[in-house]
């Protein structure tokens, strides 16, 4: 635990987490769960705040997967309690031990940002209680506890695939700007090393605060150092920010060219970043345009069922997340304990709307193909159009330490 919390720190300065101690006594007395009729499911975002459209979407997906799927698996009756932690680490972790202790609940989802995730894995270990991280996407977080998953993705599985895509396309000399935090901290260290080890270099590592940054100085740097290409890490919902500096700042009138993960590009808000964002180059697992079937009725249906809103990757994180205690479910036959769960998800595969998706059952990571899409018009409206495919993608932080 000690090292949750120092890694936390360190991720986060300013938010440390509090002992949980006490706690671990009314854990040790959990256990009935596998007996229960009802199963609950507890699903813990941000649903005000600056990170609001992460509990928007995800709540939005969870309850479809409900609605489209049933209220009843292998017999027993699911519930689903949804809970807004504001963003803050301790809410979101006497959120988890109401959830836990209260409610009795079999698993928890969610975990709009890094540190909301790490505030809550001592928690899961201690009660053996499946974590499935929906949201967050720092690589080393399904390390802090055995009974966290993940639905989502890693910063370094979306990083190094940019890194690949520039060195193939001329780009030697970059920047970096990123939030500075966990997931920034990954993409800047997996994105720097790839075009280092390929011959580019990297001539600046710039950091942004997280909480309300202020991008104009750091785009004057970047400016002024006119690198090829400008890499840039936000999370979600802080894009259009980013992108109307980036326009203020006539970056995108400068010739350096603007690549990205998908966060920054993000389809919840891709509309209202406008016409800056053509031709902006970035890689992700999931875009609302993904030409597939199953991608077109669930973005149907999810537009349907919430006025016309498109479904972002934070959606289908939530909505995967709900698949994977579905089919853990359905293959314990209804036994909800969390040893019995954290097997069943282990090396789980499925058809996501993203594309295939797997459960690596070492890391408990999500294995899925990253996409390199380029923002364009489709019938007067601004999508992430995919033209080349990844396959297949494990964590490179992890698959790195092997
Ligand atoms: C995180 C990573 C959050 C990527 C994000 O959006 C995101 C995180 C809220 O790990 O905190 O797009």
Known sequence: MKSVRSLSRRLFGSLALSTTLGLTTALG?????????TIKIGLIVPMTGPSASTGRQQEAAAKLFIQQNGTTVAGKKIELIVKDDTGAPDTTKRLAQELIVNDKASVLLGFGLTPLALAVAPLSTQAKVPQIVTAAATAMITEQSP???????????????????????GIKKVVTLVSDYGPGLDAEKWFSDTITKGGGTVVENLRVPLRNPDFAPFLQRVKDASPDAVFVFVPSGFGATFMKQFSERGLDKSGIKLIATGD?????LLQEIGDVS???????????????????????????????????FMAV?????????????EKTKG????????????GMSWTSVRGPVSIDPETRDIIQNI??????????ELYNQEF??????KDPFKAAKK
């Open 29 to 37: 007395l959990i256990g009935a769960s596998a007996a229960q009729d």
């Open 147 to 169: 009974f966290i998953f993940r639905t989502s993705f890693t910063l370094p599985q979306a990083s190094v695939p940019m890194a690949e895509w520039g060195l193939k396309n």
């Open 264 to 268: 920054v590009t993000d389809d919840d």
């Open 278 to 312: 053509l031709g902006v180059v970035n890689t992700h697992h999931y875009s609302a345009s993904h030409n597939s079937p199953e991608n077109k009725a669930f973005v149907e249906a999810f537009k349907k069922a919430n006025n016309g809103m498109r479904p972002n």
């Open 317 to 329: 994180g939530a909505y995967d997340g709900m698949a994977l205690v579905y089919k853990a479910l």
């Open 335 to 346: 036994n909800a304990d969390g040893e019995t769960l954290v097997a069943a998800m282990k």
């Open 371 to 380: 996409y390199v899409r380029k923002v364009e018009k489709v019938n007067g």
């Open 388 to 393: 080349a495919t990844i396959e297949a993608v």
